[in-house]
C-alpha cells in the first residue's frame, strides 16, 4: 500500500503518482527487509545492519565501483511530511560538502521512484563510544583527551562551512582503531537528525514518531527551543568531554524534565566533585567551566580555541599520530619517518600558567573501513570517463609549477605578497586554534607523499587525508596550501572524480591565484556547459 504525502490518498502499489496532485507516492508501511534489493540502482544491499526511529540501516555495495557504504533508509511515516523531506535533502547536501578525516563523508542521497529516500555514507566498521563508556566508564585523561581533539576537529571543519551537528552525543561518534591501536574517531549524523526532527533533532524518536528519552547531551539553547549555532555543538562536547573523565554527567536528574530545569537553571558540578577519587590537571576545570557556560556569548566561540586550552593544560600533543586510511589493499598505514615539530604557539587556557615544550605531530590519515573501496579499480586498468582530465595529463600541466611553487614558497617575501583567498572559511585555516607546523618538514612530507602517490605507492584516499592534514593546519603559507590543494585535486583525478578534482583545483587556484600551472588546471576540470 502506498499512500499520497500532500493528500494522504492511498493507492495499490503498482501506482506511482497520486492521481489528485501528481505527487509521488510513498510507501504506507515501514519498509520491508532490502536485503538482495537494488538501491537506486546502485547499491547493493547486502545486510542489515539495525532500526531506529529514522528507519532502518543497511550495508550495501556500489554494483560498479564495489565501495560499501551505510544506506540508511527513512522510515515511512517521516516521509509523508514534504518540508521534512526537503530539509532532509538540504542538510544531506550540506552534510556532504564537509571533508574531513575526523567526519563520516556523505557519499549520495536521494529518493527512488517508489519514494524511498535514502541516504548513502561511508561505513565505519568500529563501535560508538556509547558502548566503550558502557564497559569503562570512565576513560583515562589520555585517552578521553585524544578522542576529544578529534570530535573537535571534526567539528571545526563543520563550523567553518557553517554545518551545525545538533546531535552530537556518544552515539554519533564512532570509534575505530589504528594500526597502532589508537582510537581513531568518526563523526556520523551531520546535520541529519535536524532535518528529520527540526530543533527537537537531539531527543530520540520511536517508531511511532513520539519524541522519547532524556536530551542528555543537549544546550541550553536547544532545550529552549532558540536557534543554534556551532557553540550549542561546543556545549554538547563539553557534556561528552565531562562523560569521558568522570563517568557522568555534570547534571544530576532522573526524568526529561528535571534534565531541562537544571541545565537551564543549575551551575554544572565540578569534576572533582563528581570524581573525588580522580586528579585532574590544574586548569582544566576553568576550561570545562567556560565551555558549559550557560550563555553562548559567555561559551568558547571556536571549536579550535576548545581543543587548544584543552591540550594546553593536559599536556597533550595537539595533533597526535594518524593511521593511514584503509580504503584499498595499498591503503596501509603510511608515517613519516620523523615526527612534524609543532611550533609553542599555543594560548594558554583562562588561569594557566603552564609551559609547554615542543611536541609531535605526524601528517597522516584515519582508517576508514569500506571508505575508498573503488581506489583498485580506479587506478587499476578503469576505464575513464571521456571528458575526465588524465592524471598524467595534469602532472604535465603542473609539472613546471610545482617547483616554482617550492622554490617561492622557501622565500618569506614571496608568500607574504600572496593576497588573501576569497570567497575560502580562511579563519579555520588561520586561526590560533590550531598548531603550527614544521613547514618545511611537513612539505618535504607532501612532496614525498605526491611522489608515492604517482608511483602508485600509495593510495589516492590515504594520500588526500594526509594532505588535507596539511591544508587546515594553522599558519601554513599560501602557496604550500595551494600545493596540498593541488594534491588533493592529483587523489580525485587517479579516482575519475572530476567534480571533486575541480573543485580542490580552485582551492588551488585561490591560493596562488598569479600561478598559470593552477589556472590552467581549474580550465581544464571546469565543466563543459
Given amino acids: 500500500m502506498k499512500i499520497c504525502p500532500v493528500c494522504s490518498t492511498e493507492y495499490p502499489d503498482d501506482i506511482r503518482f497520486c492521481q489528485n496532485d501528481g505527487t509521488t507516492l510513498r510507501a504506507a508501511a515501514p519498509a520491508a527487509n532490502l536485503v538482495g534489493q537494488v538501491i537506486a540502482d546502485r547499491y547493493h544491499v547486502v545486510k542489515k545492519l539495525g532500526e531506529g526511529g529514522m528507519g532502518q540501516v543497511y550495508l550495501a555495495e556500489h554494483v560498479k565501483m564495489g565501495r560499501r557504504s551505510a544506506i540508511k533508509v527513512m522510515n515511512p511515516s517521516l516521509t509523508h511530511d514534504a518540508d521534512a523531506v526537503a530539509r532532509f535533502n538540504r542538510e544531506a547536501a550540506n552534510a556532504s560538502r564537509i571533508t574531513h578525516p575526523n567526519v563520516c563523508a556523505v557519499y549520495d542521497f536521494g529518493e527512488t521512484p517508489d519514494g524511498l529516500i535514502y541516504l548513502a555514507m561511508e561505513f565505519v566498521e568500529g563501535e560508538p563510544l556509547t558502548?566503550?563508556?558502557?564497559?569503562?566508564?570512565?576513560?583515562?585523561?589520555?585517552?578521553?583527551?585524544?578522542?576529544f581533539q578529534q570530535v573537535a576537529d571534526a567539528l571545526h571543519a563543520a563550523h567553518d562551512l557553517g554545518i551545525v551537528h545538533r546531535d552530537l552525543k556518544p552515539d554519533n561518534i564512532m570509534l575505530t582503531k589504528g594500526r597502532d591501536g589508537a582510537d581513531v574517531v568518526k563523526v556520523v549524523d551531520f546535520g541529519i537528525a535536524k532535518a528529520v526532527g527540526g530543533e527537537d533533532a537531539g531527543q530520540k524518536v520511536t517508531k511511532t514518531g513520539m519524541v522519547v528519552g532524556t536530551p542528555e547531551f543537549m544546550s541550553p539553547e536547544q532545550l529552549s527551543g532558540d536557534k543554534l549555532d556551532g557553540r550549542s555543538d561546543l556545549y554538547s562536547l563539553a557534556l561528552v568531554f565531562f562523560r569521558m573523565l568522570t563517568g557522568k554527567l555534570p547534571f544530576e536528574a532522573t526524568t526529561v524534565q528535571e534534565t531541562m530545569v537544571k541545565r537551564l537553571t543549575d551551575e554544572p558540578m565540578k569534576l572533582a566533585v563528581v570524581r573525588s577519587d580522580l586528579a585532574f590537571p590544574p586548569g582544566l576545570?576553568?576550561?570545562?567551566?567556560?565551555?558549559?557556560?550557560?550563555?553562548?556569548?559567555?561559551?568558547?566561540q571556536s571549536a579550535a580555541k576548545f581543543a587548544t586550552d584543552v591540550a594546553s593544560v593536559v599536556g597533550v600533543a595537539r595533533g597526535?599520530?594518524?593511521?593511514?586510511?584503509?580504503?584499498?589493499?595499498?591503503?596501509?598505514?603510511?608515517?613519516?619517518?620523523?615526527?612534524?615539530?609543532?611550533?609553542?604557539?599555543?594560548?594558554?587556557?583562562?588561569?594557566?600558567?603552564?609551559?609547554?615544550s615542543p611536541v609531535p605531530i605526524v601528517v597522516g590519515a584515519v582508517v576508514v573501513l569500506g571508505g575508498g573501496g573503488a581506489a583498485v579499480a580506479l587506478l587499476g586498468g578503469h576505464k575513464a570517463n571521456g571528458n575526465a582530465v588524465r592524471?598524467?595529463?595534469?602532472?604535465?600541466?603542473v609539472a613546471n609549477q610545482r617547483d616554482s611553487a617550492r622554490q617561492d614558497a622557501r622565500q618569506p617575501t614571496n608568500r607574504s605578497s600572496v593576497g588573501t583567498r576569497t570567497g575560502a572559511p580562511v579563519s579555520s585555516l588561520t586561526g590560533a586554534g590550531h598548531p603550527s607546523l614544521d613547514i618545511a618538514a611537513a612539505r618535504r612530507a607532501l612532496e614525498d607523499l605526491r611522489d608515492k602517490l604517482l608511483d602508485e605507492k600509495l593510495s589516492p584516499a590515504a594520500t588526500r587525508d594526509s594532505a588535507l592534514r596539511f591544508y587546515y593546519a594553522?599558519?601554513?603559507?599560501?602557496?604550500?596550501?595551494?600545493?596540498?590543494?593541488?594534491?588533493?585535486?592529483?587523489?580525485?583525478?587517479?579516482?575519475?572524480?572530476?567534480?571533486?578534482?575541480?573543485?580542490?583545483?580552485?582551492?588551488?587556484?585561490?591560493?596562488?591565484?598569479?600561478?598559470?600551472?593552477?589556472?590552467?588546471?581549474?580550465?581544464?576540470?571546469?565543466?563543459?556547459?
Fill in 320 to 356: 597526535p599520530v594518524i593511521p593511514a586510511t584503509r580504503g584499498d589493499a595499498e591503503s596501509k598505514t603510511h608515517l613519516l619517518e620523523k615526527p612534524l615539530p609543532l611550533t609553542a604557539a599555543r594560548k594558554s587556557a583562562p588561569g594557566a600558567t603552564r609551559k609547554r
Fill in 285 to 300: 576545570q576553568e576550561v570545562m567551566d567556560a565551555a558549559l557556560t550557560r550563555s553562548p556569548v559567555d561559551r568558547y
Fill in 391 to 397: 592524471p598524467d595529463t595534469a602532472n604535465r600541466i
Fill in 131 to 147: 558502548d566503550l563508556l558502557g564497559r569503562d566508564g570512565a576513560l583515562s585523561l589520555a585517552r578521553a583527551t585524544r578522542i
Fill in 474 to 529: 594553522a599558519a601554513v603559507p599560501q602557496l604550500d596550501r595551494a600545493f596540498a590543494a593541488q594534491l588533493v585535486t592529483q587523489t580525485y583525478l587517479q579516482q575519475d572524480n572530476r567534480d571533486k578534482a575541480y573543485e580542490w583545483a580552485l582551492n588551488a587556484s585561490r591560493y596562488a591565484p598569479n600561478d598559470t600551472g593552477y589556472a590552467s588546471l581549474v580550465r581544464q576540470l571546469r565543466p563543459q556547459n
